[in-house]
């Protein structure tokens, strides 16, 4: 497995931005597909939007089209996920993730994702 880390969680009121940033430790993240997720309390991890090696983006979650951009900085060996116009539904922890066989692109479902961060926590409350 690759090791990612998360970052830039933390609780924000409605309307307001957050941006995540997912590192990687020991290899360079633009040869991989990074996708972010997030997991509510007593649901699902779903697939919130992906960004393939060559940069084009999937976004999976109809709720966030809009509002979150996934980006990449190859510079800081980063992809970002940008949050704007937070809602309290949005309340979730948030996971970075890759797939070590890289050739196989994006995915939006967690069980064909091997690779995770450790998550933040974004909280949306007034």
């Known amino acids: 497995q690759l090791q990612l880390v998360e970052s830039g969680g933390g609780s924000v009121q409605p309307g307001g931005s957050l941006t995540l940033s997912c590192a990687a430790s020991?290899?360079?993240?633009?040869?991989?597909?990074v996708g972010w997720f997030r997991q509510a309390p007593g649901k699902e991890r779903e697939g919130i939007s992906c960004i393939t090696r060559a940069g084009s983006i999937n976004v999976y979650l109809d709720s966030v089209k809009g509002r979150f951009t996934i980006s990449r900085d190859n510079a800081k060996n980063t992809v970002t996920l940008q949050m704007n116009n937070l809602k309290p539904e949005d309340t979730a922890t948030y996971y970075c993730?890759?797939?070590?066989?890289?050739?196989?692109?994006?995915?939006?479902?967690?069980?064909?994702?091997?690779?995770w961060g450790q998550g933040t926590q974004v909280t949306v409350a007034s």
């Open positions: 993730a890759t797939r070590s066989r890289s050739w196989l692109g994006c995915s939006g479902r967690q069980s064909e994702v091997d690779s």
């Open positions: 020991g290899f360079t993240l633009n040869t991989y597909p």
